[in-house]
């Protein structure tokens, strides 16, 4: 099949971690970029499956990984991958949704697309926003997580979706993937012991240099460049004006509202798992 195991989210829960994690085993051979986009795209979902360009060496055999971080929130995304194989081993890691919020405005400080430095005034704002690519949805509806996992039960074979707590796979990864290991008849131990460090957060020293980035004429202009240039540009933007993220607590008024708005879902989460998720609860307080 074109894909066996596909992680499908959540957004900002260690989905690059997770893929560069499983793509450790000998057996399993990852995708190359980032995002496994075909399933996104209407202009490449009406193609037939690109195999060349997410796998460019030889199967050899080996289970073929990829990674599309949003796909579990879109009903559409859901059945493009259900139609191209019905028993992918579908894989949503998922983190603290009041850590994830956070880390969401942050990334979005640091790409320029929020222009509020304070989070509880962020929030704020966006629940006046609205749409799947809204500031609302990256924020909020992102953290919900109980309808995502409900679709993928509903779209997905039983026995095919596999759910994993950040939470829990940064404490003992091999603990957190056995269940998906035995699906897929892997030995654990192949993954071995150690968790790389993917996509680590940062911080953007000039937000509107970081705004300008992403201007249209600079993106256009960007685009016209061949691709050498573009990676050597963007390698000395991150050295510029990116740093390592520091963050600062959440106001307290702040987080109990967020796990406020979030405990029905979480609720739901763990009937759906049929388990508590501990690792959340110490969290609330």
Avoid at 13 to 20: D, H, M, Q
Avoid at 146 to 160: D, N, Q, S, V, Y
Avoid at 218 to 223: D, P, Q, T, V, W
């Amino acid at each position: 099949m074109a894909v066996d195991i596909m992680i499908v989210g959540a957004t900002k829960s260690g989905t690059s971690t997770l893929l560069a994690y499983l793509g450790q085993h000998a057996r399993i051979q990852r995708q190359e970029p980032r995002e496994m986009m075909w399933f996104k795209k209407p202009e490449l979902a009406s193609e037939p499956f690109p195999e060349s360009l997410y796998f460019t060496a030889p199967r050899h055999d080996r289970l073929r990984l990829g990674k599309l971080a949003q796909l579990m929130y879109h009903d559409e995304y859901v059945d493009r991958l259900r139609d191209l194989n019905p028993n992918v081993q579908t894989t949503a890691i998922l983190r603290d949704p009041v850590a994830r919020a956070y880390s969401a405005f942050s990334m979005g400080r640091r790409l320029g697309r929020e222009p509020l430095a304070d989070f509880g005034d962020a929030l704020r704002a966006a629940a006046d926003d609205d749409g799947p690519g809204s500031l609302r949805f990256q924020y909020l509806e992102a953290g919900r997580y109980a309808a995502g996992i409900e679709r993928l039960h509903e779209r997905m074979p039983p026995g095919t979706v596999h759910v994993i707590i950040l939470e829990e796979f940064l404490a003992d990864a091999n603990a957190a993937v056995t269940a998906l290991a035995d699906r897929l008849g892997l030995d654990v131990e192949g993954f071995g012991n150690e968790i790389p460090h993917e996509n680590a957060s940062r911080s953007a020293r000039s937000p509107d240099a970081a705004r300008a980035r992403r201007t249209g004429v600079i993106k256009r202009a960007r685009g016209a460049l061949p691709a050498p240039v573009r990676g050597a540009l963007g390698g000395a933007y991150r050295r510029l004006n990116l740093s390592e993220a520091r963050s600062e607590p959440i106001a307290p008024a702040t987080e109990r509202g967020l796990y406020d708005y979030f405990s029905e879902s979480n609720r739901r989460l763990e009937e759906l798992l049929g388990r508590p998720i501990e690792a959340w609860h110490r969290t609330t307080g």
